[in-house]
Nanobody, 126 residues
Framework: QVQLVESGGGLVQAGDSLRLSCIASGPRVRVDDYAIGWFRQAPGKEREGVACIFGTGIAHLAESAQDRFRISRDNAKNTVFLHLNSLKPEDAAMYYC??????????????????WGQGTRVSVSS
């Protein structure tokens, strides 16, 4: 299983932006060998897919993310980024990245038993 580490979350005000990072750990793991997806889970809610990107750069965004979020990758840095713009209080959640993603027009978890990393917390004050 690909080990990924999330970072970049924080407490921001509504309307602010954040850039979350997802970096592969391990000396021979390359993020461009995988489709990488971002998911989020707010307190009391189900985990939901946000965005995913192939090694080719082709990306998909969930409907809730299409207007304000963007996903990108920097293969030289072995990192996938999730750009969160115009944040709203309802975007507050733990954000996770994973290589266990079905990225074929939607953002779905390929393996319901996938092991998640620590995630990164996004908090948005109104």
């Amino acid at each position: 299983q690909v080990q990924l580490v999330e970072s970049g979350g924080g407490l921001v005000q509504a309307g602010d932006s954040l850039r979350l990072s997802c970096i592969a750990s391990g000396p021979r793991v390359r993020v461009d060998d995988y489709a990488i997806g971002w998911f989020r889970q707010a307190p009391g809610k189900e985990r939901e897919g946000v965005a995913c990107i192939f090694g080719t750069g082709i990306a998909h965004l969930a409907e809730s993310a299409q207007d304000r979020f963007r996903i990108s990758r920097d293969n030289a840095k072995n990192t996938v980024f999730l750009h969160l713009n115009s944040l709203k209080p309802e975007d507050a959640a733990m954000y996770y990245c994973t290589a266990d993603v079905l990225c074929d027009g939607g953002v779905e978890l390929a393996d319901p038993e996938t092991e998640w990393g620590q995630g990164t917390r996004v908090s948005v004050s109104s």
